[in-house]
């Protein structure tokens, strides 16, 4: 059984930084790729950024591309989404998953960017 537990949002500034963490919990060992996902209301969810087991490949929506970057510590089991120059229509929940194989959907962390 896969849990995931997202967490870091929270309200910030158009131009600022948030760094989000997932947490993964369970026997995961069989997923190489982790990505990040938002949905913003009104809005489907949306992968935003994925990379490999060994952090040799990653992928970007072109929304995201250039100030975003995910990254993950296997010994922690966590990944990692640095977002830099937040606008406005970054503000989602944001969530972490597989995408060859979703489990089953954790909390979410809200990430809001307003004024």
């Known amino acids: 059984q896969v849990q995931l537990v997202e967490s870091g949002g929270g309200l910030v500034q158009p131009g600022g930084s948030v760094r989000l963490s997932c947490a993964a919990s369970?026997?995961?060992?069989?997923?190489?790729?982790v990505g990040w996902y938002r949905q913003a209301p009104g809005n489907q969810r949306e992968l935003v950024a994925q990379i490999n087991s060994g952090s040799t490949s990653a992928n970007y929506a072109d929304s995201v591309k250039g100030r975003f970057t995910i990254s993950r510590d296997n010994s922690k089991k966590t990944v990692y989404l640095q977002m830099n120059n937040l606008k406005p229509e970054d503000t989602a929940v944001y969530y972490c998953?597989?995408?060859?194989?979703?489990?089953?959907w954790g909390p979410g962390t809200q990430v809001t960017v307003s004024v």
């Open positions: 998953n597989f995408p060859a194989a979703p489990v089953s």
């Open positions: 369970g026997m995961i060992f069989k997923f190489r790729y």
